[in-house]
């Protein structure tokens, strides 16, 4: 599920470098979440959860539907 979830995380990245952000994936639990790591420009951004759930999570949940859910880790 690991390789799943880094390659969907490929679709998002261009979106997120083109504002001076990334995304790292830190694991995929057992219980079928993706932890990440808002990187760069979107680490501090006001917007970061907003991005997180509306752009990662909705792509990540629609290329992996086994995939529960994503949430943000610092």
Do not use: H, N, W
């Not at 390789?3 to 001076?20: N, S, T, Y």
């Not at 995304?23 to 057992?30: G, I």
């Not at 951004?45 to 529960?68: A, F, G, H, N, Y």
């Amino acid at each position: 599920m690991y390789d799943k979830v880094e390659a969907a995380l490929e679709k998002v990245r261009p979106f997120l470098k083109a504002d001076g952000g990334d995304v790292e994936l830190v694991e995929v639990t057992d219980e079928g979440f993706a932890m990440v790591r808002l990187q760069g420009a979107c680490k501090g951004c006001p917007m970061s959860q907003k991005t997180l759930r509306s752009v990662v999570e909705r792509t990540l949940l629609k290329e992996i539907p086994e995939l529960k859910g994503v949430e943000s880790v610092d």
